[in-house]
């Protein structure tokens, strides 16, 4: 075996730095700053710089990120790629007001110059001493077994062979296969004015098997993921197989797939990955920079009621190895799982730094970028429903003539008018209580109020999404993850053919 | 690092590549620089400005490929990123279709003037851009007392790049962009927030729009939403606003690569030569169009930009054919990106086309949605205005049209002579007939 591409070979020959990312098991702040070749009195000088021009508060973001990627297609692993960065953003706040800039060099001179650039979102001339960093002690909700930087690319390349070998061997119709396994280590070091310092290892991983298949002459493709903050021990025989076997199934049951009449009918959402529906119907809009610039359709509507009493919806830090958990936010608070939602009265905006301050509230850790080039907004996490009083079969026995939406690609929301779609990649019709033919390619598009008051029905089967979803916003992609239980909405519009 | 200094270390890259054990490589060294303003409730609410450095390489040894990026270009840290690179490449299976592009395959001259990059960038003053964005709000603001919220923004870009390939192509261009816009909410009466935006972007700062304007159109369209309905299901005629044009012709993209048809996955094998919309739909890359957003001499892989012609008079002229799909298919590479994309424009203007209505729908905005690439079905949400007997009677939101890529541009019905100017794809206004629309 050897460490291939996964080291971050930048810090090789670099004497005055870490060789590698230290263990994250055992990993001491001194390691982190070591890591960053900077001292405490090193940032101490950068925060009096950036707040040298009378701003509030100035946090430091240190990064480095080390994305692997290799791919199989035409069965051979036969392509490989690295994405290395690092560097530091540098934010200044002023009541509201935001000043950022970043650097990729890590000297002193660079991230003053860096921190000046920031400092002059203010103008008052007043300072206020730096105060002493003081480690912030946090959680560990991904802890994994070996580091990312320990597995070689020797390791990996076995796993897609498998996974392609299975692929080809479930079904004859199956004719082209793309398979890719992508780790990701964010290794973080947050400082603050405050004088708050915290440390963070993140790992991620995934892999994507993309399936074509052709059956008459003609052709359908489709794909299945599995990712979470996890290690290679992630990748069981049983996933393995799951990856082949449901990449295979949800390509070639396309093939008996007719599109549903256009209209508004009652839509079961299946269990998991169907929160993509809370994604967009309500966590959007529950993101505090939109409604402390009134822009939200959810502004000025906490602690009234907005759903039946059996839905309580989450948007939650705190889930072992899922996708959008944190062991601290990217502005050194403390995650936590937070109620959107509760008995069906709406009780929380997700809060970032700037926002809380606004209402007057603690942050609830929702404070994100997308890495030190990004400042901070606030963002969802793993946002779900909990477990309601129905069960699955009563819920489908339940319609007369409707839409059983199983699987998605994407979802897109206006926030103020509430308007929200997402896109259901196969699912099923439901007739007299009954699931019948499979869909495919349908947009589904509801008001995100309306949609809420229209759960009629929550299962308890509650189950987290499986595959890698990422999350957009004002040009920062995070990753997240979403789950719920089998849910009724008793009408919502579906595209479709017109009779 | 000034340009000389960029094209010497990319060279060294190369030669550092080789020394390792490189068989080919290619490598980019990027440049940027941006400054972002955002301003609300009359005051700055957001200023960033950032240099970002960025080293591409690609590396092939013993027929076997890998790409690498890093933001640390310092020589003692990229050494070692090289050779780690080249060993971890030789782990991969052979693939004798990966190789650089044949050199005949470049560009021969990179002379001509394409205006992509204002040299009065430099004289932009921060004071000047925050003024802009506070006008822009001033003027979105003077539009109605129903506005809830208005963000300005400003952002201009300098970015420069330089490529080396092992055989032979060295390249570098330099490019401007200026954005300026606005994103409005203005309050419907009944609890809803609906919003719009306008953003002008534009390679000479010179080019952008009077603020006043972008302010005014940003809070126009933000207002012409309110009272928003869906309405019934049912096939419709279908006009759709410029700035919207792209998402479908976009539906057309994918398919037409190397890649998508290597890998099965297009609706369009086959097609080649083929009529796959009407007469009047007639579709062109220009690499070298003047001051455009997608202006070129070169693509990623180094290929010689060209000006093709994509879909003549209906008929799918041509593939876009990168180096490796192509080799792979037995095709002469061609680019397997588009540039700038310009339609032979037709006669009539938008509001001539709205008048043509007697009932349908014009299409303001898409929201979410997707299509497939394998076989040309779509869905798409949308919002717009309810057109009776030529004019606009009712905004209109919530709702999705559907259909198959193949069907559906049969359905093309007129091109509009108003191109938007504020977008590498270049689209008038286009109207379709009978499209499915799913409301009520």
């Known amino acids: 075996m050897i460490a291939a591409a996964t080291i971050p070979a930048i810090f090789r020959s670099e004497p005055a730095r870490a060789l590698s990312v230290p263990d994250p098991d055992n990993m001491q702040l001194s390691d982190a700053y070591h890591h960053f070749g900077v001292t405490e009195a090193i940032i101490r000088d950068v925060i009096a710089e950036a707040l040298s021009m009378g701003g509030d508060y100035c946090d430091v973001y240190f990064e480095q990120n080390v994305t692997n990627t290799i791919g199989l297609e035409d069965k051979e692993v036969n392509r490989a790629y690295t994405d290395v960065s690092l560097g530091a953003g540098i934010r200044v706040l002023k009541g509201d007001q935001t000043g950022y800039s970043f650097t990729e060099e890590l000297s002193p001179k660079a991230m003053k110059l860096a921190a000046k650039t920031a400092a002059a979102i203010a103008n008052s001339g007043k300072t206020a001493p730096p105060q002493a960093l003081k480690l912030h002690d946090i959680p560990s909700y991904y802890p994994i077994e070996t580091p990312w930087e320990q597995v070689g690319i020797d390791q990996k390349i076995p796993y897609l062979q498998n996974i392609n070998d299975k692929v080809f061997a479930l079904d004859s119709r199956v004719i082209k296969s793309n398979i890719w396994f992508i780790n990701e280590t964010s290794m973080i070091l947050i400082a603050t004015s405050e004088g708050r310092v915290v440390y963070d290892y993140r790992p991620m991983a995934r892999i994507i098997v993309t399936c074509t298949a052709e059956q008459d002459g003609r052709r359908e493709s489709n794909y299945f993921d599995l990712a979470g903050r996890q290690g290679i021990e992630f990748f069981t025989p049983e996933n393995v197989d799951r990856l082949a076997s449901e990449a295979v199934e949800r390509t070639t049951a396309l093939f008996k797939a007719v599109k549903p009449e256009a209209g508004v009918m009652p839509v079961v959402l299946a269990a998991g990955s169907s929160g993509i529906l809370l994604h967009e119907a309500i966590g959007h809009g529950m993101e505090a920079d939109f409604n402390r610039k009134k822009i939200s359709i959810f502004s000025d509507k906490i602690n009234k009621p907005v759903a039946e009493s059996f839905v309580t919806i989450v948007d939650d830090g705190t889930n072992p190895h899922i996708r959008g958990s944190l062991n601290v936010d990217d502005e050194a608070n403390d995650t936590e799982k937070t109620y959107l939602v509760e008995n069906g009265i709406l009780k929380s905006y997700l809060h970032d730094r700037i926002s809380a301050r606004y209402y007057g509230v603690k942050p609830t850790g929702n404070g994100r970028r997308e890495s030190f080039r990004y400042s901070v907004q606030p963002r969802m996490r793993n946002t779900y429903m909990e477990n309601g009083p129905h069960t699955k079969e009563e819920i489908i026995a339940s319609v007369k003539k409707g839409l059983y939406a199983e699987a998605f690609t994407n979802g897109e929301v206006a926030i103020g008018a509430g308007d929200f779609t997402f896109y259901v990649k196969s699912g099923a019709l439901i007739e007299d209580g009954k699931i019948t033919r499979p869909v495919k390619d349908v947009n589904i598009i509801g008001n995100g109020p309306e949609v809420l008051r229209n759960i009629v029905m929550v299962g308890n089967d509650m189950k987290m999404a499986e595959g890698g979803w990422t999350c957009g916003k004002g040009g920062q992609g995070v990753p997240v993850s979403m789950g719920l239980p089998t849910v009724l909405v008793s009408e919502i519009t579906v595209g479709g053919v017109s009779s | ?440």
């Open chain 2, 1 to 440: 690092m000034k340009l000389k200094d960029r094209l010497d270390l990319a060279q060294w890259v190369i030669k550092t590549a080789v020394k390792c054990g490189a068989d080919e490589s290619a490598v980019s060294l990027s440049n940027r620089r941006e400054v972002e303003i955002e301003y609300r409730d009359k005051q700055l609410d957001k200023v960033k400005e950032s240099v970002q450095n960025s080293l591409d390489l690609n590396i092939y040894v013993d027929q076997k490929y890998s790409g690498h990026s890093t933001s640390d270009l310092r020589k003692e840290s990229l050494k070692s990123f090289i050779d780690e690179a080249v060993r971890s490449t030789r782990y991969l299976s052979a693939d004798p279709y990966r190789t650089l592009p044949d050199p005949s395959l470049y560009p021969e001259s990179m002379d001509k003037d394409l205006k992509i990059l204002d040299a009065g960038y430099e004289q932009i003053h921060s004071r000047e851009r925050v003024e802009l964005a506070a006008q822009i709000e001033e003027a979105a603001l003077a539009q109605s007392d129903r506005i809830i919220s208005t963000t300005a923004g400003y952002s201009d870009v300098m970015a420069s790049s330089v490529k080396v390939h092992s055989n032979g192509f060295q390249g570098q261009i330099s490019t401007t962009q200026f954005w300026m816009g606005a994103e409005v909410t203005v309050d419907d009466g009944r609890g809803g927030r609906p919003e719009d935006w306008f953003y002008a972007g534009t390679r000479y700062f010179k080019d952008l729009p009077p603020c006043d304007q972008i302010g005014k159109w940003a809070a126009q369209r933000a207002l012409r939403k309110i009272g928003q309905e869906k309405i019934d299901s049912g096939k419709y005629v279908m006009l759709v606003e410029n700035s919207s044009s792209a998402q479908l012709l976009r539906m057309f993209q994918f398919p037409m690569t190397a890649r998508a048809l290597q890998q099965k996955r297009s609706f369009l094998d086959g097609k080649l030569g083929q009529p796959i919309a009407p007469e009047i739909l007639t579709v062109t890359d220009d690499p070298f169009l003047e001051k455009g957003l997608g202006s070129r001499y070169y693509d990623g892989e180094g290929i010689a930009a060209q000006t093709r012609t994509l879909i003549d008079k209906g008929v799918l002229n041509t593939y876009l054919v990168d180096n490796y799909y192509g080799r792979k298919l037995g095709m002469t590479p061609n680019s397997g990106g588009t540039s700038n994309i310009l339609l032979d424009y037709g006669e009539k203007s938008h509001e001539e086309l709205i008048q043509t209505i007697d009932k349908g729908i014009l299409i303001t905005g898409f929201i979410g949605g997707n299509s497939n690439s394998t076989t040309g079905d779509f869905s798409f949400g949308i919002m717009g205005l309810l057109i009776e007997n030529g004019a606009a009677v009712q905004p209109v939101n919530e709702m999705n049209i559907s259909g198959n890529a193949l069907t559906f541009w049969n359905k093309l019905a007129a091109v509009g002579n108003d191109p938007y100017p504020y977008s590498s794809w270049r689209l008038p206004s286009l109207m379709f007939e009978d499209v499915d629309f799913s409301g009520i």
